[in-house]
């Protein structure tokens, strides 16, 4: 603080003044320069304030010279305009022309300049934000420069900064702070390496798919090898995440993981590519400060980053900031970088995006990546991989189910496993014999899916492992010939399925189809549901009654423990253990006898859940419209969702009919634009419903609710012409 004047800058003492050379280029030259991502590295180009989080306050009227160290004050009549402020783009900057001081100089002081004129110097700043807030001019910026006039070209080396209060802003400043925050609330952390979510995700044994293991990180370790992307198909079950899982976890340690990123389609946090950048930048920034401060300044320039497309996203919140790091810290900055499960994106176009994304941002000399990318041949990476196709010159593509044969490493981990589970059971030690493994082995047909749910299977505490290695030994096809690669799995899951299915209906006497309520809840679990005895109430099916359900198909599906709030609601309670076994139910000639269409799904949901809603009293039902955090209010939503999709596809059953008829009088529904009488008929569209509220006022219920009354109310006129008044909007009626 100097006569009143304060100025926040990093300080200088550890820079030597040699480095500080101020730029001679003209304002209207200028552009971004290479500036250091290391605050205490010597800047490759000439910064005097290379602090990527400087904050620089200056008080309006602040007057700051410049001369020669000899020569005597400037006088007042030298002088330059008042201070101006100039913005191009997203980018701010500010000319400072200061003049006479009413306060005691603040001296910026060179070594001799003889040609120098003693004059006050203008001095500009490159900004990203400049405002001012009580009487203070604030510039915000990555970084600082004063530039001097082109007519003022100086040979000396560096220049002093003398009378300055220096204060060091580190990154707990606020702007940054919450740009980093918001990255994160953009992030799937579902989607990492080690995350919650993915507990006890498959790897491979330590002495198995070593071939395939040792080929894939001698290609990530040789940074000389011609293609930077590795592309890694296989069928389902052939191994793939295992190997992705196992391999990162091996770069890990070697301090060379740069990112990943595990998709999943039963996860509606990672079954689409909305997080994937983001999520990738996020573990990138944690690997190095400077590249964190830049990655956050990315997104406070602009908070919509994350709507723009994937190469927009690629290039302004990754490859940028990476391509600005000093050449030691680019050269050491881990650079493995792993996708897994691309067909388990939903939308086969953004699958395609993003792979055009990565080859055109990624797969350059601008970013040090090498990139580590498994999917089931499906047509996007098909077309990209095929003769002709953009990948195919220039990327590395590994054929996991045609160039390895996985049968050794099956065998050897059957034999391991059982092994363990005879131990910590008890059995002995010949409860299999090597001719059983052989039979699990053929039928498993080199997919590690087969071999891992048969594990799974056999080591449910519910079931002796003896009796069950029996069962699924007699689960084998005799002849697989025409009957696709999948015969096996199919046939594995069918069983267990039925073996389920016997279980349930000897202990439950509701005697409700055990497949539609399996299909019932996997179509709930599609939605973030916070409990499975929420998924019992939607079906009215009596408390518990999941537990009879899924206790024998453990081995297929996963229930999350109930009280791991944050992780069911971001994917919901019921995960499936592999895509595979949803997959098999959805298609009839893989399923026979047990497939359920998907219609016939929906309309169970939505019957069972108007007989929930007709057992509601009328403050549940209040409660759940006012309350949307409420586990009833989600009830509310599914029913609605489903009963919505279903009806625009075919006409309501008469018992929906009735359902709805019962929900609208108990909630009092009419609506909206009744109270809108004075408005004129042109703007009185279908606005929307209303609802008796607690108080016994009316409240604007989701615009959702008028779209179902709009495909409803034809059937509820015939049956209710009273409340179909009270719901049509005035300009509609007859």
């Keep these: 603080m100097l006569g009143g004047t304060k100025i926040e800058a990093k300080s200088l003492d550890s820079q030597p003044t040699e480095s500080l ?61 008042e201070p101006q402020i100039h913005t191009t783009g997203a980018e701010a900057w500010a000319e400072q022309s200061l003049h006479t001081p009413r306060t005691p100089p603040i001296q910026l002081s060179a070594n001799p300049i003889a040609q120098l004129p003693t004059r006050t110097i203008p001095i500009l700043f490159r900004l990203r934000a400049a405002v001012v807030h009580d009487s203070k001019l604030i510039l915000q910026s990555p970084i600082v420069h004063p530039i001097f006039p082109s007519g003022s070209s100086t040979t000396q080396q560096g220049f002093k900064l003398n009378n300055f209060e220096y204060h060091n802003h580190n990154y707990s400043d606020r702007a940054e702070a919450n740009s980093w925050k918001l990255l994160i609330e953009n992030t799937a952390s579902n989607a990492l390496l080690n995350s919650d979510a993915r507990h006890d995700p498959p790897r491979c044994d330590e002495d198995t798919r070593t071939e395939v293991t040792n080929e894939i990180l001698a290609w990530v370790q040789d940074r000389t090898a011609p293609h930077r992307l590795l592309c890694m198909t296989g069928a389902a079950g052939a191994g793939k995440s295992a190997l992705q899982q196992t391999i990162a976890e091996r770069c890990t340690r070697l301090g060379i993981m740069a990112s990943c990123f595990f998709f999943s389609a039963t996860d509606g946090t990672r079954n689409n590519v909305t997080m994937l950048v983001p999520t990738i930048a996020y573990q990138l920034g944690l ?159 080199g997919q590690y899916v087969y071999a891992a749910t048969a594990i799974r299977y056999l080591s449910d505490s519910r079931g002796s492992p003896v009796d069950r290695l029996r069962h699924i030994l007699s689960w084998v096809p005799g002849n697989q010939k025409g009957k696709g690669t999948l015969a096996s799995l199919d046939l594995l899951y069918t069983n267990i399925l039925i073996r389920a299915k016997e279980a349930y209906e000897a202990a439950d006497s509701d005697q409700t189809d055990f497949m539609m309520i399996l299909r019932g809840y996997l179509h709930i679990g599609g939605y973030v549901v916070p409990k ?46 592999h895509k595979s076994f949803k997959d098999f139910l959805g298609a009839k000639v893989r399923c026979g006898d047990i497939y359920i269409p998907e219609e016939t799904i929906a309309m169970f949901i939505c019957l069972r859940g108007h007989r929930m809603l ?121």
């Excluded at 209207?28 to 306050?57: E, G, K, V, Y």
């Excluded at 999941?546 to 198909?553: K, P, T, V």
């Excluded at 042109?682 to 606005?687: G, L, Q, T, V």
């Design 21 to 81: 050379v101020p730029y001679h280029v003209p304002p209207a030259s200028l552009s971004a320069p290479n500036i250091p991502a290391d605050p205490n590295s010597r800047p490759t180009q000439t910064h005097p304030f290379p602090n990527p989080s400087l904050t620089t306050i200056l008080h309006l009227g602040t007057h700051i010279h410049f001369h020669p160290a000899h020569s005597a004050p400037p006088t007042p009549e030298r002088r330059y305009g």
């Design 287 to 445: 690997k190095n400060l400077a590249l964190r401060r830049s990655i956050a300044a990315t997104v406070e320039d602009d908070p919509l980053i994350f709507r723009q497309n994937l190469r927009a996203q690629l290039e302004r919140l990754i490859v940028g900031p990476v391509s600005q790091l000093p050449p030691s810290d680019f050269a050491s900055f881990p650079y493995a970088l792993f996708i897994d499960g691309l067909d388990e994106c939903l939308d086969e176009r953004r699958q395609r995006e993003l792979l055009v994304a990565i080859q055109a941002s990624l797969l350059n000399d601008r970013t040090p990546f090498r990139i580590f990318i498994a999917s089931r041949p499906e047509l996007p990476i098909f077309e990209a991989l095929r003769p002709g196709g953009h990948l195919y010159k220039v990327a590395y593509h590994l054929r996991l189910s045609d160039d390895y044969d996985a049968t050794g490493d099956i065998r050897r981990t059957l034999q391991r496993r059982l092994t363990e589970l005879g131990e910590r059971r008890g059995l002995s030690p010949d409860w299999f014999s090597e001719a059983e493994i052989e039979v699990i082995v053929a039928a498993a047909s």
């Design 532 to 577: 499975m005895q929420e998924f019992d109430r939607i079906l009215d099916l009596e408390e518990g009654t999941h537990d009879l359900i899924l206790c024998d198909l453990r081995s297929l599906i996963t229930v999350k423990d109930e009280s791991d709030v944050r992780g069911i609601r971001t994917s919901g309670a019921l995960t499936f253990y």
């Design 614 to 734: 007709s057992k509601w009293d009328k403050l549940t039902l209040i409660t759940a419209l006012e309350d949307s955090s409420t586990d009833a209010n989600t009830c509310l939503v599914i029913v609605r969702g489903t009963m919505r999709r279903l009806i625009e596809t075919q006409p309501p059953p008469e018992e929906m009919v009735n359902g709805f008829i019962l929900f609208a009088n108990n909630a009092g529904l009419e609506d909206f634009t009744d109270d809108l009488a004075e408005v004129p008929s042109e703007d009185n569209e279908d606005i929307g419903l209303t609802f008796v509220n607690s108080s016994g006022g009316k409240t604007r219920i989701d615009s959702e609710w008028g779209l179902l009354r709009d495909h409803l109310l034809p059937y509820v006129k015939a049956k209710d012409p009273q409340l179909a008044a009270r719901l049509t909007p005035p300009n509609k009626r007859v």
